[in-house]
């Protein structure tokens, strides 16, 4: 019954990634792949390299990994910082009843579902420098327009705004539903002992959503850490050192300039045993937790 399936995932998921795994074992990059051109056809002269790649990259000896790694931290937990807290408060505001509440919901959700490349191509016109729409309010209000695009710092900025508004939405939903799964007895009883808004917002809402907030955090960890749309289509050719994550990194060694094939995939199995070692201490985590709970 499950071998279709199972059929499936090994062609779409397995055999692209152990192909991965064995490029980042040799030195591939495309001088030696080889290939079929025309009537020609040049043999592949790469060879394996065993865990060379890996030593370059962790050891510090290629110069990229590290500073690109702090960058994507950083932006990681940023954008699910923000993607939580907006995502919680826009949830407890529409859980409580409220004129037009299925309006705003509608209204909130929209971000989530327009595709990623589309958002990013809106946001990079709203913030083009020299036509944008956020640069015209502020010539508007008698400021001088930013050169969001092309300053190191302001790139930053303007892609974890973007995530943020993409992100939020899904959060938002995920806690929603959460909250509404909370017993309203819990609340009316805290109340009733005295309890201030804060202390049942601590005491009841809080360990109420921590089976949703858990799933959550985790799913937007790993799906900020390899957040490649947002950076790549905002940001463009003017992205550098500073502002690449690995992933945006990883991508261009294989398709920018001479295409180093065997250290983007060093990157990319760096990449999921990072994301695989911190799934696995997180949930280990929660249910130490919970056990103590």
């Known amino acids: ?131 944008g729409l956020i640069n015209a309010v502020l010539n508007g209000l008698g400021m001088n327009g930013l050169n969001w695009l092309g300053d190191p710092f302001l790139q930053k900025v303007s892609v974890v705004a973007v995530n943020v508004w993409l992100g939020v939405p899904f959060m938002m939903l995920a806690i929603l539903g959460g909250l509404q799964a909370i017993p309203r007895e819990l609340h009316e009883s805290a109340e009733m002992d005295g309890a201030s808004p804060w202390q049942r917002f601590r005491y009841v809402t809080l360990p109420g959503l921590r089976s949703v907030s858990s799933t959550v955090i985790l799913l937007g960890t790993i799906w900020t850490f390899n957040q ?14 500073d502002t690449d994550i690995l992933a945006t990194y990883a991508f261009k060694l294989a398709f920018a300039d001479v295409r180093d094939y065997a250290m983007s995939a060093t990157y990319g199995v760096i990449i999921l045993s990072m994301l695989l070692v911190f799934a696995g201490a997180y949930r280990r985590a929660l249910k130490r937790q919970e056990a103590v709970l």
């Open 1 to 131: 019954m499950v071998l279709p399936a199972l059929a499936v995932l090994t062609v779409v998921v397995g055999y692209p990634l152990g192909r991965g795994v064995w490029l980042s074992l040799t030195d591939a990059t495309e001088s030696n792949m080889g290939g079929t051109y025309g009537v020609n056809k040049i043999p592949a002269t790469y060879g394996f390299t065993g865990l060379a790649n890996y030593l370059d990259v962790l050891s510090g000896a290629e110069g990229h990994f590290y500073p690109r790694l702090a960058w994507t931290v950083i932006w990681t937990v940023a954008c699910v910082t923000l993607h939580y807290g907006i995502g919680l408060g826009l949830a407890m505001l529409l859980n409580r009843a409220m004129r037009w509440r299925s309006l705003y919901r509608v209204l909130l959700i929209l971000p989530w579902a327009v595709p990623a490349f589309v958002a990013a191509f809106a946001w990079r016109l709203l913030f083009n420098s020299e036509s």
């Open 228 to 241: 490649f749309p947002v950076i790549y289509l905002v940001i463009g050719r003017n992205a550098g050192a």
